[in-house]
């Protein structure tokens, strides 16, 4: 019989159509296994047709095939439950450089799946199932996986910091309440959270507002462009069209530079872990003068291209009368 420590691969003992561990497992004629419920399911549904196939390998059955359970597979499955031998994980189970391993695997790591903000570790699904089935985890708090938890804990008293000192703007614990900053405003981190997380949102929708207004203005100065590129003054056409360049290019890049800070605060708004949300929040750098809405103003520009445009007509119809005056001259002549 298998010895504990033995790694078996998962395939072998998995289900080819539910691609989990087979469940009463079945084995059909050409040799491939099923869980029992799986493949009546996939054959139910072949009945109109008369004609039953393996999903593996399409060989097929006239009738259809009486299942019975393989009672050594369902013994050896069960023995693999009972004394917790487990398939071999496949390899993108496994935490990479980029991934937040389980902190409770031995040897090589699994990716971990949440993170627990009362224990300060990272846990895969194995690891993590006690948080579900105890009661003595039911008041631990997971979030998204992350790479973060120490960040979480006092220097000082080496405790998880749940409170915000409004008077020094930083994340404490609560023995700093009571020291430090005893005389200090402070708030749990959860309170700082809400009220920051308003205020993240308002500046939020002020930059989706600025990106849509300067994506208007880039639109509004491309028809200039090709309103120029129209033009009969050919002397001023050249230089105005590399002006109004100049000008849509800066407003692109403001474009790109604000919907990279959309994104950011996009990204932050969505983390569970409050601390972290607060000690993340004055990293943001605040928006530069150079993407601020009145940096670039097109009115002037659209001001003088307007009038460029009215001098530009005036010289056409001014050219058309010119043009007229001869044959009105001989049409008088001829009357």
Known sequence: WLQSGVMLDRETFSCLICMDLLKDPVTTSCGHSYCMNCIKTHWDEEDQKRIHSCPQCRETFIPRPVLKKNTMLAALVEQLKKTGLQAAPAEHCYAGHEDVACDSCTGRKLKAIKSCLFCLASFCEKHLQPHYDSAAFKKHKLVEPSNNLQENICSKHDEVMKMFCRTDQKCICFLCTMEEHKNHITVSAAVERTERQRELEERQGNIQQRIQDREEDVKLLQQEVEAINHSQIRSQQETEVSRVKDVQEKLEQEVTELKRKDAELEQLSHTED??????????????????????????????????????????????????????????????
Do not use: W
């Open 274 to 335: 409050h601390t972290q949300f607060l000690l993340n929040y004055p990293s943001l750098p605040a928006l530069s003068k150079s993407t601020h809405s009145s940096s670039i103003n097109i009115r002037p520009l659209r001001r003088m291209l307007i009038r460029l445009r009215g001098r530009d007509s005036s010289c056409v119809r001014a050219q058309r009368e010119t043009t007229r005056r001869p044959e009105r001259l001989m049409d008088k002549h001829l009357t």
